[in-house]
């Protein structure tokens, strides 16, 4: 069946610009986590989705970033006036239901690269 | 503070010779310990995990890792690299919090295996 999508696969931004980024997890897939690479680096964890709430949101790094998830499915993040330190590559990735103890593993999608200039 | 930690950077091997790739955790409770590998433009791919039972378990394309509860690790390992093993890696642990379950990545360590 089909993996993650995310789009657009990159996303080229004057600085202040809002934009969109769209996650597609696998089909039936409950659990949603948003991650942002800077160039080389390790992930940075934003946000997590149970469904289409969010119990985590400890990892957005600023009001500026949003996210929601409608119908447990497709999910958005927001980033209002982009700075040029939100350059990065924005990772999705979902892991099937879990209930209780978690020893899902997570499915990645190939990104969206985000610059802005 | 519970956290991972991938103590080098980059880790050079020549072909051929065994690998290893090192992690360390420090988190409340039990773990759930995970590699991933990012080859070059292309997504994050999960390698193995481990949730229970036997310390060594085995993944995909011949690694394996060794959970070691005394010393906190889970090193990565791999008896005889190959050019195309030369990617990203990253140590994980699953944690709960009062959110649920959240993942934690390591800083990511790049393997480069020479020819």
């Known amino acids: 069946g089909a993996g993650v999508s995310q789009s657009p696969s990159n996303k080229v931004t004057e600085k202040g610009k809002d934009v969109e980024l769209r996650c597609d997890p696998i089909s039936g897939h409950t659990a949603l986590y948003w991650y942002r690479q800077s160039l080389g680096q390790g992930l940075e964890f934003l946000i997590y989705f149970q469904g289409n709430s969010a119990p985590d949101k400890s990892g957005l790094p600023s009001d500026r970033f949003s996210a929601e998830r409608t119908g447990g499915s497709v999910s958005t993040l927001t980033i209002q006036r982009t700075q040029q330190e939100d350059s990065a590559v924005y990772l999705c990735?979902?892991?099937?239901?879990?209930?209780?103890?978690?020893?899902?593993?997570?499915?990645f999608g190939p990104g969206t690269r985000l610059t802005v200039l | 503070a519970q956290s991972v930690a991938q103590p080098e950077d980059q880790v050079n091997v020549a072909e051929g010779n065994p690998l290893t790739v090192k992690c360390t955790y420090s988190v409340s409770g039990n773990p759930y310990l995970f590699w991933y590998v990012q080859y070059p433009n292309r997504g994050l791919q999960f390698l193995l995990k481990?949730?229970?039972?036997?310390?060594l378990v085995k993944g995909s394309y011949g690694f394996e890792a060794e959970f070691n509860k005394s010393q906190t690790s889970f090193h990565l390992k791999k008896p005889s690299a190959l050019v195309s093993d030369s990617a990203l890696y990253f140590c994980?642990?699953?944690?709960?919090?009062?959110?649920?379950?959240?993942?934690?990545f390591g800083a990511g360590t790049r393997l480069f295996v020479k020819a």
């Open positions: 994980a642990v699953r944690v709960l919090n009062t959110g649920g379950f959240k993942t934690i």
């Open positions: 990735a979902s892991s099937t239901p879990t209930s209780g103890e978690d020893g899902n593993e997570q499915f």
């Open positions: 481990y949730i229970t039972g036997d310390n």
